[in-house]
């Protein structure tokens, strides 16, 4: 019984951080004017991504894990889940694919980055990555692609008959279709990544080593647009080696255990490396303000509350600022018609010696 509360606490905490962390992440962009760039959609589409697996996915895992790997809820609804899984998996890989390339963009052709990557064409790289990933997940499965008989999985279960014939609710890797789909979906991409990364840090070396023979005062201002770029690069670095260490041995444990062509039920090892995966959506919300000072600011605001009343407060700072000053150095008045304090107070010394009362001293 304690094993259990403790288990369910664990996982319990892991979707609610996974949850709430994502939601952060949204918010902090779309309320935040110093996030608002066009490669920050991307950060976003992960974000949903890891919110939609939060919300659809993981529930319904540690469902599995506190009922020791049976399933209760049939087979239609365990091919819904196996293919949610799937696609906001693969949603994963290639929306960090497509924040690589923008980032070898914005590093090896700053001055064409902008012409380059557009808003139109961030929405369909977001849109075709979504589409993808819907197909390599819902429809091989709901064909029966990915079995050995080629027939659909599951597809003869009943709600509530897993206790009788202990059913496992698995995604069935048995035959060349799924290492196909991991070698694809997962290996090449990320291959790629790793391979773009390196150009892009070898470019950054050279753009700085241009940068410091330079004049001083393009230096100064060249080196603070390389510097942005360069902090956003190495957060999303960060973001797919976190993506790496967490999703790498799952894809080698079900790889292996598809070459072996045989289905076992869920163990110790298995439960693992799922929520090893898992993590991973827990864990990049943590990664956007370990890295960048911008998201730190952002979810300060949001997380005291206080983003509306600080940005009232910059504008009211503003127009303080803005007011026009009198050649003899007294202050013009706020808005027409209201009086500063120096006038209200000279007004009201006149009224007094008008009525014949001497002025109270202040």
């Known amino acids: 019984m304690i094993s259990t509360t403790l288990q369910l606490l664990v996982l319990v905490s892991f979707i609610v951080l996974t949850i709430g962390g994502n939601v952060l992440v949204c918010l902090a962009v779309g309320l935040s004017r110093r996030l608002w760039r066009i490669a920050n959609c991307f950060v976003v589409s992960l974000a949903v991504t890891d919110l939609l697996l939060g919300l659809l996915v993981m529930p ?11 399933w209760p809820f049939g087979g239609t609804l365990c091919n819904i889940y196996i293919s949610l ?7 994963s890989i290639l929306t960090l694919l497509a924040i690589s390339v923008d980032r070898y963009l914005a590093i090896s052709a700053p001055l064409s980055h902008s012409r380059r990557v557009t808003r139109p064409r961030v929405t369909v790289a977001i849109v075709t990555i979504w589409a993808l990933s819907l197909a390599v997940s819902f429809v091989p499965i709901h064909l029966g692609w ?40 997962f290996y090449l991409p990320l291959l790629v990544m790793c ?40 957060t999303l670095a960060a973001v ?40 991973n959506s827990t864990l990049n919300p ?8 911008d998201f730190r600011r952002a979810y300060g605001e ?29 202050e013009a008045p706020l808005q027409p018609g209201k009086q500063t304090k120096a006038e209200a107070e000279e ?5 007094h010696e008008t009525n014949g009362a001497p002025a109270e001293p202040r």
């Open 146 to 185: 990915n079995t050995v008989d080629y027939r659909v999985q599951h597809s003869d279960w009943s709600m509530g008959d897993e206790d009788r014939e202990g059913r496992y609710c698995q995604f069935e890797w048995n035959n060349n279709y799924v290492l196909i789909y991991a070698f694809s979906t």
């Open 85 to 91: 899984d799937v696609m906001l998996c693969t949603s």
């Open 302 to 330: 949001l997380l005291r509350c206080r983003g509306a009343a600080r940005r009232k407060a910059q504008l009211d700072c503003e127009s303080t600022h803005k007011r026009l000053t009198f050649s003899n150095g007294h």
């Open 60 to 70: 319904l895992s540690a469902s599995v894990e506190l009922r020791s790997g049976k």
């Open 286 to 293: 943590i990664l956007y303000p370990a890295f960048n000072r």
């Open 347 to 351: 007004k009201n010394l006149t009224l």
């Open 195 to 234: 391979g773009m990364y390196l150009c892009i840090f070898r470019v950054a070396r050279e753009q700085v080593r241009r940068i410091r023979a330079t004049t001083p005062s393009f230096a100064r201002t060249a080196t603070a647009a390389v510097a942005r770029e360069h902090k956003a690069t190495v």
């Open 240 to 279: 797919l080696g976190a993506f790496v260490i967490c999703w790498f041995p799952y894809f080698t444990f079900f790889t292996c255990k598809g070459i072996k062509e045989k289905t076992n039920p869920p163990n110790t090892l298995h439960s693992v490396v799922l929520w090893l995966g898992y993590f």
